[in-house]
């Protein structure tokens, strides 16, 4: 597609319940990040997918986050047994050949854990 | 630890002036910098940057400044415009890190 697109737009889940949120890159970027900005926050870095290479999970905050990218393109980042605190802007981006200064950002998941 | 720190979280300018947006960071190793503009319910867009061989990049309204010795880079907006308002995020990377690290932003206000 022309950009980035995420969905849902908007989620609201019982605090405990597992949620996806999914992510579809720009063709032919091969690059995919993941990053969420919680209120009053800035951007953070949760996981950097960089071609077939193994993933960079530094940034998840607990086992219960985790994100796979299949066949290089579509990403789905999971949270098990949501927690209040998970409650943010989920902003996944791509970039073509890993290129730091070309992310191109998705207008986001809003998530709400209650 | 932050490792890029924008130390203001808003800054309000009247339309036709200069806005200044500063941003700090600790690594040494960080060589590009960018700074990203994000409107409300969008995804932030990048505006411009910087490679740590050159001490300003100029687009149209839009200077970035680097001063390596002090770690500190800075976004000047003239003249400002009221479509300017938005949060501003700073953002760096470098060394072996593989993905961009941010600041927590600064949200610009530009009053007709």
């Known amino acids: 597609g022309a950009g980035v697109s995420q969905s849902p737009s908007n989620k609201v889940t019982e605090k405990g319940k597992d949620v996806e949120l999914r992510c579809d890159p720009i063709s032919g970027h091969t690059a995919l990040y993941w990053y969420r900005q919680s209120l009053g926050q800035g951007l953070e870095f949760l996981i950097y997918f960089q071609g077939n290479s193994a993933p960079d999970k530094s940034g998840l905050p607990s086992d219960r986050f985790s994100a796979e990218r299949t066949g290089g393109s579509v990403s789905t980042l999971t949270i098990q047994r949501t927690q209040q605190e998970d409650s943010a802007v989920y902003l996944c981006a791509s970039s073509l050949l890993g290129n730091n200064y070309g992310y191109t950002f998705g207008s986001g998941t809003r998530l709400t854990v209650v | 630890d932050q490792q890029v720190k924008q130390n203001s979280p808003s800054l309000s300018v009247q339309e036709g002036r200069i806005s200044i947006l500063n941003c700090d960071y600790t690594n040494s190793m960080f060589d590009y910098f960018l700074w990203y503009k994000k409107y409300p319910a969008e995804g932030p867009t990048f505006l411009i940057s910087?490679?740590?061989?050159?001490d300003k990049n100029e687009d149209g309204r839009f200077t970035v400044f680097l001063n390596k010795s002090a770690k500190h880079l800075s976004l000047h907006i003239v003249p400002s415009q009221p479509g300017d308002s938005a949060v501003y995020f700073c953002a760096a990377s470098g060394g072996s890190q593989g993905n961009l690290i941010f600041g927590k932003g600064t949200k610009l206000s530009v009053k007709p």
């Open positions: 910087i490679s740590s061989i050159k």
